[in-house]
């Protein structure tokens, strides 16, 4: 699935709070969600800890706020794919 074109900004500030570069997901006071967020950028980065910047890219942010609003699973291998192209 696509990133979706109606996820908004003010959806996306609601979940994750203010945009500096990129977005921070500590404003977010869900263990689960973080946890999931943790994960899915340790294995899209293919590294095994977490940056201690605790920043995540605005794509991943808006699969993640499409996620959690409308309850639908992204198809995360293709954003992994995409990841890594850009990468090499």
């Given amino acids: 699935m696509k990133v979706p074109r109606d996820i908004t900004l003010e959806e ?13 997901y500590v404003h977010n006071k869900d263990p689960d969600f973080i946890c999931k967020i943790e ?3 340790m294995i899209v980065h293919q590294k095994p800890y977490m940056l201690a910047s605790i ?3 605005l794509g ?6 499409f996620e959690k609003v409308h309850g ?9 794919e995409w990841t890594n192209n850009e990468q090499h």
């Fill in 12 to 24: 996306v500030s609601r979940i994750f709070g203010p945009i500096v570069n990129r977005y921070s």
């Fill in 39 to 41: 994960t899915l950028w």
């Fill in 55 to 57: 920043l995540i890219p």
């Fill in 60 to 65: 991943m942010v808006q699969r993640l706020t």
């Fill in 72 to 80: 639908k699973n992204m198809k995360w291998t293709l954003y992994v």
